[in-house]
C-alpha cells in the first residue's frame, strides 16, 4: 500500500510552462503534483510518446520532461495550421527534493515520476 499522504495539494506549474509553444512545436502536457508523507509524486500525461523518447531532468526544485512525439500532432485553429513535435513542461516543487533518489515508470501514455522529500538533521544513535 502507498504511504499515507498528509495533504493532497495540486500545485500549478510555472507559468512559462502553462501554455503550447507554437513557435518551438512543443505542447504542454496535463500534469499532476501530489504531496505524500515523505515523496512528491508527479505524473504527466504523455500520449504518442515512446519511452526512450523521454528525458527527465532535474534543477534544483525543478523537475523538467521533455518528450518527442512519434509522430507529429497537427492542430488547426482560425485558419493556421500547427504541427506539434514535443512535449515540453517544467513543474516547481515547494520543499527540498532529493532528486538523486528520483524513480520514473512510464505505463500506457503516463510518466509518474516519484522524488523523496530531502530530510533534515541527522539521528542519534541511543545507547
Request: with cysteine; proline share 5%.
Amino acid at each position: 500500500m502507498e504511504d499515507s499522504y498528509l495533504r493532497f495539494r495540486i500545485t500549478p506549474p510555472i507559468i512559462g510552462s502553462l501554455f503550447d509553444d507554437i513557435e518551438h512545436k512543443t505542447l504542454s502536457p496535463l500534469s499532476c503534483l501530489r504531496e505524500f508523507d515523505n515523496h512528491w509524486r508527479v505524473e504527466f500525461d504523455l500520449p504518442m510518446v515512446g519511452k526512450k523518447d523521454i528525458k527527465v531532468s532535474f534543477d534544483g526544485n525543478y523537475v523538467n520532461v521533455e518528450a518527442k512525439l512519434k509522430q507529429k500532432y497537427s492542430e488547426e485553429k482560425l485558419g493556421t495550421i500547427t504541427k506539434f513535435e514535443y512535449f515540453k513542461k517544467s513543474i516547481s516543487l515547494p520543499e527540498k527534493i532529493d532528486s538523486k533518489k528520483a524513480t520514473a515508470k512510464f505505463q500506457k501514455g503516463r510518466l509518474e515520476i516519484k522524488i523523496p522529500k530531502r530530510t533534515a538533521g541527522n539521528l542519534i544513535k541511543i545507547n
